[in-house]
């Protein structure tokens, strides 16, 4: 459990988060999002005590992180995959971080196998591709077993192999009851892995939600209609001078209907007895829903 309260982080005259409050609960994945800007790094730097807040607080598993008698046992961190000496092999990078939290050597093994490094765990990291080295951060978060992970941007530089074996890391070490906060700009990838999203914008939480409930809340208004006689009912419709009608054609034999619910288009379809293959309200995407909620909360927007 991750949980802030009144959580705020000034820099000068920018407040990067700004009375934030929420609880992250574990057995699920977390997905954090927001806009460039929106406060999730500093919120995960505070999480893990990598700058002090300016007022609130923030608790892992109910004490303050630095409070911690095993962090590394307590909460795994990826904040910044690029911190690591670039002359090191990662096996000597993940030996050293073991050595000094009082974890066996053969963790090391364990975790470098886990995150596909093997082959490579004795060459120098500075030879490591983007994606080699996110691996290498996601290994070292791994590494003392931690009941809490926080991920920032784990799939940034993966392939897609890469991404898949992200989202299904993430998903079973939540299945075993730890809790996993990720941030990502990836949408898609998001709505695949996250049960629950917490939207920061401009430094405030506008969105706590499951992320079916989150989705649900918006709905692309559109209603796909596949049908051996589609333009018949098409016109049918048009006829009915509906205000906010509007209908696209989907290939041959089908539409897409705006300005009707599913029941209109299927009350019209039995009364001339127009067969239907298809009659489906559309609902929105992971990321319609989000654009939606933080049109305007972007704080760097192209003119
Ligand atoms: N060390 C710092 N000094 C000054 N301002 C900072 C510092 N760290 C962050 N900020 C500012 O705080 C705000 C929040 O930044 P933060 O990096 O937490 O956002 P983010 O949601 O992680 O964004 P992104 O998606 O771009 O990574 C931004 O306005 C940023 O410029």
Known sequence: ?????????????????????????????????????????????????????TSGTVTVNGAKYADTAAPLAEVGALLDAKGVHPGRSARSHLRALAATHGIPDTRVSEVLEQTGLSAVANRRVGGYSLGMGQRLGIAAALLGDPQILILDEPVNGLDPDGVLWVRQLLRHLASEGRTVLLSSHLMSEMAQTADHVIVLGRGRVVADAPIAEFIGGVRSGSVTVRSPQATKLASLLMNSHREGAVLEPLGDEGFSARGFTAADIGSVAAAYQIELHELSPQTASLEEAYLELTRGEVEYTAS
Do not use: C
């Open 1 to 53: 459990m991750i949980e802030a309260r009144g959580l705020t982080k000034q820099y000068g005259s920018t407040t990067a988060v700004d009375d934030v409050s929420f609880s992250i609960a574990p057995g699920q994945v977390t997905g954090f999002l927001g806009p460039n800007g929106a406060g999730k790094s500093t919120s995960m730097r505070l999480m893990v005590g990598l700058d002090r807040p």
